[in-house]
């Protein structure tokens, strides 16, 4: 998971990738999140940049068949490279959404997610410990409530009795009844590769490393804390 990793320092090709979107300047409200513990489970709401991470966890859970709803969001069209069904494909401005809404072996998606990580898989679908529901549509920032309110976390939507999952989205917070995770991601440079001069736009692009901080500042049964993390992506 994305912030986890910061956080650990890890700055693989996953984390790299999903930096790509952010130029210099501050970024609020990122990676929202929040929990509450309920009876024997978990109800959890997330902000779009933690789909492709939970349609990932919650289909290694599960071995064989499962039905999956939803679109797959990519620049390319994927028909080809898809061994499921696809319901239809729509292009707007050179982005298509794959519609699905099939039954599919689970290790079948996670080979595409694998094979295209920068395709948005929201899809929704269950097991038998785990509810999971996406929004049908391309990542959005998540939008404001009424006047007088907070943001709505609303994209994501997950009631599981996995504690894995849990720690991994809510690290180093413990155990909680209700918290809600919100993060500030500060790019203050741009560092551009070596040999610019002999590249692309789209490679530049690609191989620019994002330089800053990001604020975490999680709010659990009332308590407040903030943390911060350096990072060169």
């Not at 210099?24 to 929202?32: A, D, M, Q, S, V």
């Not at 309110?149 to 413990?174: A, M, P, R, W, Y």
Request: proline share 2%; aromatic share 10%; with cysteine.
């Amino acid at each position: 998971m994305t912030m986890k990793k910061i956080f650990e320092g890890v700055f693989d090709e996953e984390v790299h990738t999903n930096f790509l979107k952010f130029g210099r300047g501050e970024h609020k409200n990122k990676y929202l999140i929040e929990g509450k513990k309920q009876s024997k489970k978990w109800a959890i709401k997330a902000g779009a940049e933690y789909t492709n991470f939970l349609v990932k966890r919650c289909l290694e859970k599960i071995n064989g068949l499962v039905n999956v709803k939803g679109v797959l969001v990519s620049t390319s069209d994927l028909r080809d490279e898809i061994n499921f069904e696809i319901k239809k494909v729509s292009n707007f401005q050179g982005v298509r959404r794959h519609i699905v809404d099939t039954e599919v072996e689970a290790s079948q998606i996670l080979d595409l997610m694998a094979k295209y990580p920068r395709v948005f898989f929201a899809l929704s679908f269950k097991g038998d410990d785990f509810v999971l529901k996406i929004k049908p549509k391309g990542p959005k920032s998540e939008k404001k409530g009424k006047e007088g309110e907070g943001l709505v976390i609303d994209f994501c939507s997950l009631k599981t009795e996995d504690k894995t999952i849990i720690n991994e989205l809510f690290f180093e917070v413990g155990d909680f009844q209700e918290v809600f995770i919100n993060h500030t991601i500060n790019v203050t440079d741009i560092i551009y590769p070596g040999n610019v001069e002999n590249l692309k736009p789209t490679e530049i692009r690609e191989l620019a490393k994002r330089k800053g901080i990001v604020i975490r500042k999680v709010n659990a049964d009332g308590i407040e804390k903030t943390s911060e993390a350096e990072f060169v992506i």
